[in-house]
């Protein structure tokens, strides 16, 4: 079946400095990739829609020069977290999909600044 | 707007029991409805999904039926296992390229 690999699938960083979090689509090319913050025991809080080679759409509250997303090809979208401080310690995921098919989820990535 | 409003948890059964959690919808149209599952530290898998009313979802024992009257879907098991223990995400999607819209999530704990 569909795969996405997420990477990495956790990191630890300084206050300050900024932090890549990769998805790729690795048996299908993924028309849509979207990316989720979920906070402890709640549930997924959608944060961008990103289609390959446009610019991503962020949903209200999201601000765009902290949350970079970067979709440079069908298979792979990026989300880096720039100047991060520890409010922005969350577990991020990022979903894909092809056509009408359902979402197919990364694993996540557990982010902790310290 | 769409939305999904989902029974809270957290669920605590014996093994070899019976689960319900329920979920109900609302949207504009014909939604197609999803249940996702969670394992710790791990991100969403599907688990099953009904795409028009009166379909039924099923995948490792676990049911849900689309029903339109009461704009529910349901998620049911007959017999849980340890292994089921996960947190569930009842998700729609009101139009094919639109987002998905998820409820807050149920945690299930099986014990032995």
């Known amino acids: 079946g569909a795969v996405v690999s997420q990477h990495p699938s956790w990191v630890i960083c300084k206050s300050g400095t900024s932090v890549k979090i990769e998805c790729r689509s690795l048996d299908f090319q993924a028309t849509t990739m979207f990316w989720y913050r979920q906070f402890p025991k709640q549930s997924l809080m959608l944060m961008a829609t990103?289609?390959?080679?446009?610019?991503?759409?962020?949903e209200q509250g999201v601000e765009k020069d902290k949350f970079l997303i970067n979709h440079a090809s069908l298979t792979l979208s990026t989300l880096t977290v720039t100047s991060a401080h520890p409010e922005d310690s969350s577990f991020y995921i990022c979903s894909a999909e092809k056509g009408n098919s359902p979402l197919h989820f990364g694993n996540g990535t557990r982010l902790t600044v310290t | 707007g769409d939305s999904v409003t989902q029974m809270e948890g957290p669920v605590t059964l014996s093994e070899e029991a019976f689960l319900t959690i329920n979920c109900t919808y609302t949207?504009?149209?014909?939604?197609?409805l999803f249940w996702y599952v969670q394992y710790p530290g791990e991100g969403l898998q599907l688990l099953l999904k009904a795409t028009k009313a009166d379909d039924k979802g099923s995948n490792k024992g676990f049911e849900a039926t689309y029903r339109k009257e009461t704009t529910s879907f349901h998620l049911e098991k007959g017999s849980v296992q340890v292994s089921d223990s996960a947190v569930y995400f009842c998700?729609?999607?009101?139009?094919?390229?639109?987002?998905?819209?998820f409820g807050t999530g149920t945690s299930l704990t099986v014990i032995p």
């Open positions: 990103s289609n390959e080679g446009s610019k991503a759409t962020y």
């Open positions: 998700a729609l999607r009101g139009t094919p390229g639109n987002q998905f819209y």
């Open positions: 949207a504009t149209g014909y939604p197609s």
